[in-house]
């Protein structure tokens, strides 16, 4: 116990308070049992330890902890949360529960054992509460944590503090708003640093190696962490790096299903289950035509990488542009909005909005005579009416 109490004080006088990420002010860290998921390097441990240190300093009230410290290996959570409970905590923070076995059910005897004690706990991507072995959907709240916006970019490289805006004052004040900013600093100056490297807060600790980091992440998504919470089997492993290339590589990627299976020798069934695996891990954004479509039975009708940052890890110097936009913006916009495959653009937001995505001299051919429907250009500072600079998309969250 006397060494995970070390190594807690040794991390929090580590911990700089200078850039706090998105989640940080919105959480309810007063929930009894909270959970963030996200991908390999978006800052999950980061956001405990800025909390701990800003809320309970050095205590004894609040204690981190990481599931994949050797400790573990000898010792179990339970005894340590009973060690700490009788020493006056109050609130514990266990990080990379995935890496523990069993970690739901010891979730669930803490839960009910200790009802003083506030619990948060980070995981995978692929981390499931419903389904795992003690049900804790009835417990526990669960919010993910994305890689930085282009905001947040800004401000953590550039130190160009913006607020964050809402989705409808963007739509309607667009124009004042990148005015305002475009006096402010030029956001295009920026905005393709970002569509390359911005979206990883890590890239600064190694730049250099920073595409080989983006390339290790997703190996060890697809080596270690399917393989313990999907049952991925080990020759499924080439064929879906196979497919990403492809992704990586597309103008966007319209998938047939059919023809996938055929061209990596699996069911169609393995197909679409890797894919909703592959998007459960955060290495894929699908889009469907309804907001209920992912499941085995229907297809996605275009595949993203997840970011913007992986097509250049995956791909070569020179991706394709078109879906180099796409992706940007559904990466953005799914954040706190349900984006949708409609008949006619790009993409549909909340049943809503129509956005067609584009360059700066895509036109509304695609969206002629709809309500409600935007066209989105790259390579533009400002926009005018229902024409919108595609950076600003970065701005909301």
């Given at each position: 116990m006397e060494t995970l109490i070390k190594k807690h004080i040794n991390l929090l006088a580590q911990t700089e308070l200078g850039f706090e990420r998105y989640l940080l002010h919105s959480l309810p860290w007063e929930?009894?049992?909270?959970?963030?998921?996200?991908?390999?390097?978006?800052?999950?441990?980061?956001?405990?330890?800025?909390?701990?240190?800003?809320q309970y300093g050095?205590?004894?009230t609040a204690l981190y902890?990481?599931?994949?410290?050797?400790?573990?290996?000898?010792?179990?959570?339970?005894?340590?949360?009973?060690?700490?409970?009788?020493?006056?905590?109050?609130?514990?923070?266990?990080?990379?529960?995935h890496k523990y076995p069993n970690w739901s059910i010891?979730?669930?005897?803490?839960?009910?054992?200790?009802?003083?004690?506030?619990?948060?706990?980070?995981?995978?991507?692929?981390?499931?509460?419903?389904?795992?072995r003690a049900d804790l959907?009835?417990?526990?709240?669960?919010?993910e944590l994305q890689g930085l916006s282009f905001r947040e970019f800004l401000k953590f490289r550039h130190q160009i503090d913006l607020p964050s805006i809402e989705l409808d004052d963007l739509l309607t004040n667009h124009t004042q708003i990148a005015l305002d900013w475009n006096a402010a600093f030029k956001p295009l100056v920026y905005f393709e640093d970002y569509l390359q490297v911005g979206y990883y807060p890590f890239y600064q600790e190694n730049a250099v190696f920073y595409y080989k980091q983006l390339q290790e992440i997703i190996n060890m998504i697809l080596e270690i962490e399917l393989p313990l919470l999907r049952k991925t089997e080990a020759s499924m492993l080439f064929k879906i790096?196979?497919?990403?290339?492809?992704?990586?590589?597309?103008?966007?990627?319209?998938?047939?299903?059919?023809?996938?299976?055929?061209?990596?020798?699996?069911?169609?069934?393995?197909?679409?289950?890797?894919?909703?695996?592959?998007?459960?891990?955060?290495?894929?954004?699908?889009?469907?035509?309804?907001?209920?479509?992912?499941?085995?039975?229907q297809k996605p009708e275009k595949i993203y990488l997840e970011n913007t940052n992986f097509i250049y890890a995956l791909g070569?110097?020179?991706?394709?542009?078109?879906?180099?936009?796409?992706?940007?913006?559904?990466?953005?916009?799914?954040?706190?909005h349900r984006v949708t495959y409609p008949e006619q653009g790009d993409f549909v937001v909340n049943?809503?909005?129509?956005?067609?995505?584009?360059?700066?001299?895509?036109?509304?051919?695609?969206?002629?005579?709809?309500?409600?429907?935007?066209?989105?250009?790259?390579?533009?500072?400002?926009?005018?009416?229902?024409?919108?600079?595609?950076?600003?998309?970065?701005?909301?969250y």
């Amino acid at each position: 116990m006397e060494t995970l109490i070390k190594k807690h004080i040794n991390l929090l006088a580590q911990t700089e308070l200078g850039f706090e990420r998105y989640l940080l002010h919105s959480l309810p860290w007063e929930q009894r049992l909270l959970g963030i998921k996200g991908g390999r390097g978006v800052g999950k441990t980061t956001l405990f330890l800025q909390y701990i240190k800003k809320q309970y300093g050095v205590s004894n009230t609040a204690l981190y902890v990481s599931l994949d410290d050797l400790y573990f290996t000898e010792h179990v959570l339970s005894d340590v949360v009973e060690k700490f409970v009788n020493k006056g905590g109050e609130h514990l923070f266990v990080d990379e529960v995935h890496k523990y076995p069993n970690w739901s059910i010891e979730l669930k005897n803490i839960y009910d054992s200790y009802p003083q004690l506030k619990v948060a706990f980070t995981g995978s991507s692929l981390l499931e509460i419903l389904n795992a072995r003690a049900d804790l959907s009835r417990r526990a709240l669960v919010f993910e944590l994305q890689g930085l916006s282009f905001r947040e970019f800004l401000k953590f490289r550039h130190q160009i503090d913006l607020p964050s805006i809402e989705l409808d004052d963007l739509l309607t004040n667009h124009t004042q708003i990148a005015l305002d900013w475009n006096a402010a600093f030029k956001p295009l100056v920026y905005f393709e640093d970002y569509l390359q490297v911005g979206y990883y807060p890590f890239y600064q600790e190694n730049a250099v190696f920073y595409y080989k980091q983006l390339q290790e992440i997703i190996n060890m998504i697809l080596e270690i962490e399917l393989p313990l919470l999907r049952k991925t089997e080990a020759s499924m492993l080439f064929k879906i790096k196979q497919l990403l290339y492809v992704v990586s590589q597309s103008v966007p990627f319209k998938p047939n299903v059919s023809a996938l299976a055929n061209k990596i020798q699996v069911t169609r069934k393995t197909v679409m289950d890797t894919l909703i695996y592959l998007s459960d891990a955060g290495i894929l954004n699908m889009v469907y035509k309804d907001q209920f479509g992912m499941s085995s039975m229907q297809k996605p009708e275009k595949i993203y990488l997840e970011n913007t940052n992986f097509i250049y890890a995956l791909g070569n110097e020179n991706p394709n542009i078109g879906n180099v936009r796409e992706t940007f913006f559904l990466n953005q916009l799914r954040q706190q909005h349900r984006v949708t495959y409609p008949e006619q653009g790009d993409f549909v937001v909340n049943d809503k909005y129509v956005f067609e995505i584009g360059g700066k001299n895509k036109t509304r051919k695609q969206i002629q005579g709809l309500e409600n429907a935007f066209v989105v250009q790259d390579d533009i500072a400002f926009g005018v009416d229902t024409t919108i600079p595609l950076w600003l998309f970065g701005m909301l969250y």
